[in-house]
């Protein structure tokens, strides 16, 4: 009985992290759709991704540019027609970020 319980605790506890790793395409360096790369507005509110900044185990290394981000993982931060937008949140982001000076990507 009492390792039925924490075979089902660890089961709850590992549902959002599975549910989470289906939406992030690694391949086309997109998330539900929406391509990791390019002009990206960091917004309080109705975000399209909700982001999660880590040092460690991210899904995708973020290199912040000032022009030509064409490439997965270069971000140029904008406050006016971004592509997409994101919130930056402590705890259960949609996807983790961590900020590099060189060789943005996924992981």
Do not use: H
Not at 42 to 67: G, H, L, W, Y
Not at 87 to 104: E, L, M
């Amino acid at each position: 009985m009492k390792r039925t319980l924490i075979r089902l605790a660890l089961c709850l506890l590992a549902a959002p992290a599975l549910a989470q790793a289906g939406d992030l395409d690694k391949a086309n360096c997109t998330y539900k759709g929406i391509p990791l790369r390019g002009k990206v507005q960091i917004v309080d509110a109705f975000p399209d991704i909700k982001i999660e900044v880590v040092n460690a185990f991210e899904d995708i290394r973020v290199e912040r540019v000032r022009a030509f981000a064409s490439s997965c993982g270069k971000w140029e931060i904008v406050t006016a027609f971004p592509d997409f937008k994101v919130q930056i949140v402590r705890a259960f982001g949609d996807i983790k970020v961590s900020w590099v000076t060189a060789f943005p990507g996924m992981r």
